[in-house]
């Protein structure tokens, strides 16, 4: 068990002082706009001739930075930078590693509203949204040192007559980390992190869409004094280098996030033995979701329909946990609905920059805008399109919070993940066929149970196959130490992010047995 770890407070953003803060920090990171970010290899930053260019999805005219371009020949020599660095780092003591990195997360708390303004640009978060990013980000730092701690000195096995024994982790080598752009600085700092609190390297590959917020990660890292090579920065095109680096004969691990298809590519790729490579790759593979609020008979329709919005529109749906499908009891199926569409009608949608009541901001690019728009043009056609369906890429990419009811289970809607604002109601006779429909997906990430039933919720307990599963309450807003998160299914391989046994998946088990 982790002890001692407290989890970052959301700031208050009713806190007139805080209201300030932000601001100035928001003024801070536009000055910094056009900025050029490098490569960094072995702590040396490296510009190069090819680039490309990070925009704000709510003003795609506006350009925040321009990005270097990693090569393979860049890949390789990160590569030669992390061997390197790896002989020496995986000798640290994991106290001395842990406090190192707890040195970095107070730099991130000092900077926290930079951080959280960049993400109000870059990924278009809304200010608790981008708050809540930066604070899991040090929660992540935060409970995988302590995690570290624990394990530093193994876990016990037996002695007997004329034998000590000893059961010990080790690191494994260099890897890579692939995050995504959904919780850019979160994600991307927890699954850089653990690795290197373990004693491993990292080759870090940000998600292309949020480069500048992954290199503020890079600048604090050096600020803390981390040693060279121990993370290096190499962005670029997933086509160009993303089979590459995960091919690579000296790549020990994978630590990815992001959608099935990739995922399950990396998965397979990974598991071929490179010439020239001497052991097997570790693939840690989180990715999709088609997450479901349960809705049973009998219980505040209030409750559920606030709920269903929270999970469907929080940061436009765009949460591997966010809640695409709302499986509603017959009996209470009109009333939640109806109290649904009000209170989606409700939300505010613009540039979040505006303040922090914006509720909701665009969705991430162009792809992802043409992706969501296709699927509520699929989706009117499957069943009835009750609010939102507008959209608008004129200036920014603005998807409104879209309710599509009265259809199937078997609707091309409910069941391909969407990730934008969209959640599809169906209903149901019994809570058999209310379960039932919940496990009808390929995926099995977050799910959440309405009911003042307690053998229902039993029965959801048992049956109802999801990594992390919620009674009366929404399905996202997993917190570190609390709601260790991961999926079942092709949710993922389950690694279980902020648990007591993550920092596992970046380590080696070894037995040192004495004859005396
Ligand atoms: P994505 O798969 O398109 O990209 C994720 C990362 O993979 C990016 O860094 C991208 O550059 C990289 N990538 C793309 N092709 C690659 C390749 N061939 N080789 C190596 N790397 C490659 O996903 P996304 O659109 O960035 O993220 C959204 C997805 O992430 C959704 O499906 C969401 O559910 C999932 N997600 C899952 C979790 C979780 O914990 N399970 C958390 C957040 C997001």
């Given at each position: 068990m982790v002890v001692e770890f407290h989890n970052e407070p959301a700031t208050d953003f009713t806190d007139q002082e805080n209201q300030q803060a932000f601001k100035d920090a928001l003024k801070k990171v536009k000055a910094e706009f056009g900025k050029e970010i490098p490569l960094v290899i072995n702590g040396e930053k490296i510009f190069t001739d090819d680039k490309y260019e990070s925009v704000d999805p709510a003003n795609h005219q506006q350009v925040l930075g321009t990005i270097s371009k990693a090569s393979k020949e860049q890949v390789d020599q990160a590569m030669?930078?992390?061997?390197?660095?790896?002989?020496?780092?995986?000798?640290?003591?994991?106290?001395?590693?842990?406090?190192?990195?707890?040195?970095?997360?107070?730099?991130?708390?000092?900077?926290?509203?930079?951080?959280?303004?960049?993400?109000?640009?870059?990924?278009?978060?809304?200010?608790?949204?981008?708050?809540?990013?930066?604070?899991?980000?040090?929660?992540?730092?935060?409970?995988?040192?302590?995690?570290?701690?624990?394990?530093?000195?193994?876990?016990?096995?037996?002695?007997?007559?004329?034998?000590?024994?000893?059961?010990?982790?080790?690191?494994?080598?260099?890897?890579?980390?692939?995050?995504?752009?959904?919780?850019?600085?979160?994600?991307?700092?927890?699954?850089?992190?653990?690795?290197?609190?373990?004693?491993?390297?990292?080759?870090?590959?940000?998600?292309?869409?949020?480069?500048?917020?992954?290199?503020?990660?890079?600048?604090?890292?050096?600020?803390?004094?981390?040693?060279?090579?121990?993370?290096?920065?190499?962005?670029?095109?997933?086509?160009?280098?993303?089979?590459?680096?995960?091919?690579?004969?000296?790549?020990?691990?994978?630590?990815?996030?992001?959608?099935?298809?990739?995922?399950?590519?990396?998965?397979?790729?990974?598991?071929?033995?490179?010439?020239?490579?001497?052991?097997?790759?570790?693939?840690?593979?989180?990715?999709?979701?088609?997450?479901?609020?349960?809705?049973?008979?009998?219980?505040?329709?209030?409750?559920?329909?606030?709920?269903?919005?929270?999970?469907?529109?929080?940061?436009?749906?765009?949460?591997?946990?966010?809640?695409?499908?709302?499986?509603?009891?017959?009996?209470?199926?009109?009333?939640?609905?109806?109290?649904?569409?009000?209170?989606?009608?409700?939300?505010?949608?613009?540039?979040?920059?505006?303040?922090?009541d914006v509720y909701m901001g665009p969705v991430i690019n162009q792809k992802q805008f043409d992706k969501i728009k296709n699927y509520i043009e699929i989706g009117s056609k499957e069943g009835k399109l009750e609010v939102g369906g507008k959209t608008d890429d004129s200036k920014g990419f603005f998807v409104h919070p879209t309710i599509i009811s009265d259809l199937k289970s078997s609707d091309q809607i409910m069941q391909e993940e969407i990730f934008g604002p969209v959640v599809g109601f169906t209903k149901c006779d019994n809570f058999e066929e209310l379960l039932e429909v919940a496990n009808d997906t390929d995926y099995g990430l977050t799910g959440a149970v309405i009911t003042n039933n307690r053998e229902h919720w039993r029965q959801a307990c048992e049956d109802y196959d999801v990594g992390n599963l919620y009674l009366n309450r929404g399905c996202t807003s997993a917190v570190v130490g609390y709601h260790p998160f991961g999926g079942f299914k092709m949710s993922g391989t389950d690694a279980k992010t902020g648990s007591p046994d993550y920092m596992l998946n970046f380590l080696e088990q070894k037995i040192l047995s004495e004859q005396f």
């Open positions: 030669e930078a992390a061997k390197e660095a790896y002989k020496t780092w995986r000798k640290w003591t994991p106290k001395e590693r842990a406090e190192l990195l707890i040195r970095v997360s107070a730099i991130i708390r000092r900077r926290k509203h930079e951080l959280s303004a960049l993400m109000v640009y870059e990924a278009g978060k809304p200010w608790n949204e981008a708050d809540g990013d930066t604070n899991e980000g040090i929660d992540f730092i935060e409970y995988y040192a302590r995690s570290m701690m624990e394990l530093a000195h193994g876990k016990q096995v037996f002695d007997r007559e004329g034998e000590h024994n000893q059961y010990i982790y080790k690191p494994m080598g260099p890897g890579v980390t692939i995050p995504p752009w959904n919780f850019p600085f979160a994600i991307m700092t927890g699954t850089t992190v653990a690795p290197i609190i373990a004693g491993n390297t990292v080759l870090l590959k940000p998600a292309e869409d949020t480069p500048l917020i992954a290199y503020k990660l890079i600048e604090i890292l050096e600020e803390a004094g981390l040693p060279k090579g121990v993370v290096n920065f190499v962005p670029g095109d997933p086509k160009e280098i993303g089979d590459y680096l995960v091919d690579h004969k000296d790549t020990h691990f994978v630590t990815f996030t992001g959608s099935r298809a990739t995922g399950t590519r990396i998965f397979e790729r990974a598991a071929k033995v490179q010439e020239g490579q001497n052991f097997l790759k570790r693939v840690i593979a989180e990715m999709g979701g088609k997450d479901a609020i349960v809705v049973d008979e009998n219980i505040d329709t209030d409750l559920a329909a606030q709920a269903i919005v929270d999970s469907a529109f929080g940061f436009s749906g765009q949460k591997c946990s966010a809640c695409s499908r709302a499986i509603v009891h017959k009996d209470v199926y009109d009333e939640v609905l109806e109290k649904s569409i009000k209170l989606t009608k409700e939300l505010s949608i613009k540039h979040t920059e505006g303040g922090s």
